[in-house]
């Protein structure tokens, strides 16, 4: 079936360093979501992306939709402690259906 | 009102027991979802309902049994649990299909 990797798996900075994480599936989506999970919580949307080529931002978030349709990438700047958490990308994969993303976990050093 | 809400945060049920999970959106949202997700793992689809009808339901086991009553509430009743059941259950809403979806802070869910 349809997966989406998410690389990389885990990753620790330091404070104020940019991040960058992206995710790759075998199959073509129309629409990207990014969300961010804090332990015990419920997903938060951080960004949508509906058109290859997109490149959307959201504060210190920057997201873009591959030109293949079969990535996408999520760019954290200027990192600080409150970025902890992990981060899920879901492609659309039919109607009602997002595929989620193996999740990237980021952890702040301050 | 720009939330997905769920009742209760947390839950501990026997295997005998019958509990129910609440969720709430006013949102004007049509579509509404069940998620299971189990630790380190991402979130995966259980049910879907759009204009509060059943539109997906992915294999699973009938002791989880959805219903809408309204297009603003969503239950998950649960009876004859196992433990391997016991996980985070979230809810999310869109406005409509393939929309973006908006979830809810989730039950945690343990079966004992």
């Known amino acids: 079936g349809q997966q989406l990797n998410q690389s990389p798996q885990s990753m620790f900075i330091q404070e104020g360093e940019d991040v960058s994480m992206n995710c790759t599936s075998s199959s073509i989506f129309n629409t990207w979501l990014w969300y961010k999970q804090d332990p015990g919580e419920g997903p938060v949307l951080l960004i949508a992306l509906y058109k290859a080529g997109e490149l959307t931002s959201n504060g210190r978030l920057t997201a873009q939709f591959g030109i293949t349709r079969k990535d996408s990438f999520l760019n954290i700047s200027a990192s600080i402690p409150s970025d902890v958490g992990i981060y899920f990308c879901a492609g659309l994969a039919g109607t009602y259906k997002y595929i989620f993303g193996t999740g990237t976990r980021l952890k702040v050093l301050a | 009102d720009t939330e997905v809400t769920q009742t209760p945060k947390h839950l501990v049920m026997g295997m005998t027991n019958k509990k129910s999970l609440k969720c709430e959106q006013h949102?004007?949202?049509?579509?509404m979802y069940w998620y299971k997700q189990k630790a380190k793992k991402p979130p995966e689809l259980m049910f879907v309902y759009s204009y509060e009808k059943l539109s997906i339901n992915e294999s699973v086991p009938s002791r989880f049994s959805p219903e809408c009553p309204n297009s603003s509430l969503l239950n998950l009743h649960l009876h004859a649990l196992q433990p391997e059941d016991s996980a985070l259950y979230l809810c999310?809403?869109?406005?409509?299909?393939?929309?973006?979806?908006?979830f809810g802070p989730g039950t945690r869910l343990t079966v004992l």
């Open positions: 949102m004007g949202h049509r579509a």
């Open positions: 999310a809403s869109s406005r409509t299909r393939n929309n973006e979806q908006f």
